[in-house]
């Protein structure tokens, strides 16, 4: 299920919720991978005080359908939820999440991870941030989410 | 035929145009691209852009047709 959301919302209430509701696979899945995209305050070295997501309505939910679709093609999936906000965010407050059930773990990692960074790559959604003193600003690019080295990344953003 | 053709553009490229969307009028086949050149004939399109037709990722070379949506944005940032 794809949910577009213009209001805050508690992703692991929207977890336990949809999956209480698939009563069609209850039993059936051994492994859930869920991911959840919180907003930072910061970000490129400034701090930020909240921000806007924009989106293109009709094309992001295709969009999203479509990368759900192919992770399905790619893995043996039981089902996924993809939530992503819109409209005025503060820190703090989830931006995304992806959940995926499967039989197994193997599937529910590898879908999620891919369903997540597809997101990143294709799903119609723009950031303008906004910074402390009134400026605001458009995010130009997602990172890659596929990190060289862990270990050195953490040391650069833990300082 | 006169084929009518609806544009839109979102984000960073909405700002910078100065516009959401257009209407554009055309007599005949026309590329992605050459929408764009109707619609922005001082502008030049920016190298990074995205391209969409009917609401699926389509090359700057895709023809559009009578009755299509056409929208340009910058690379998406969401997640």
Redesign the interface.
């Known amino acids: 299920m794809i949910k577009i959301s213009a209001d805050l919302f508690d992703p692991w209430h929207e977890v336990v919720a949809y999956q209480d509701s698939a009563k069609h696979w209850t039993g059936k899945f051994g492994a859930t991978n869920v991911f959840v995209?919180t907003m930072r305050d910061f970000n490129d070295g400034d701090a930020v005080t909240g921000m806007v997501?924009?989106?293109?309505p009709?094309?992001t939910e295709?969009?999203l359908e479509d990368i759900v679709k192919q992770a399905t093609r790619d893995w043996h999936l039981l089902d996924a939820l993809v939530v992503?906000r819109v409209g005025e965010i503060k820190p703090n407050e989830p931006?995304?999440l992806v959940a995926v059930w499967a039989s197994h773990r193997g599937d529910a990692f590898d879908a999620g991870r891919q369903i997540?960074e597809a997101?990143?790559?294709?799903?119609?959604?723009?950031?303008?941030e906004r910074l402390p003193n009134g400026d605001e600003r458009?995010?130009?690019?997602?990172t890659d989410g596929y990190l060289r080295s862990p270990k050195n990344d953490m040391s650069t953003i833990l300082g | 035929m006169i084929m009518s053709v609806k544009v839109r553009y979102f984000a960073s490229l909405k700002d910078s145009v100065g516009r959401s969307d257009d209407m554009v009028d055309v007599n005949g086949a026309v590329t992605v691209a050459e929408i764009w050149a109707m619609a922005n004939a001082n502008r030049l399109m920016p190298d990074n852009i995205l391209a969409a037709v009917n609401m699926e990722y389509v090359d700057i070379e895709h023809s559009v047709q009578n009755g299509d949506e056409v929208a340009f944005f910058p690379p998406v940032t969401g997640g």
């Open positions: 995209g997501l924009e989106h293109y009709g094309m295709k969009q992503h931006i995304v997540m997101l990143k790559n294709k799903a119609p959604f723009w950031k303008k458009w995010v130009e690019h997602n």
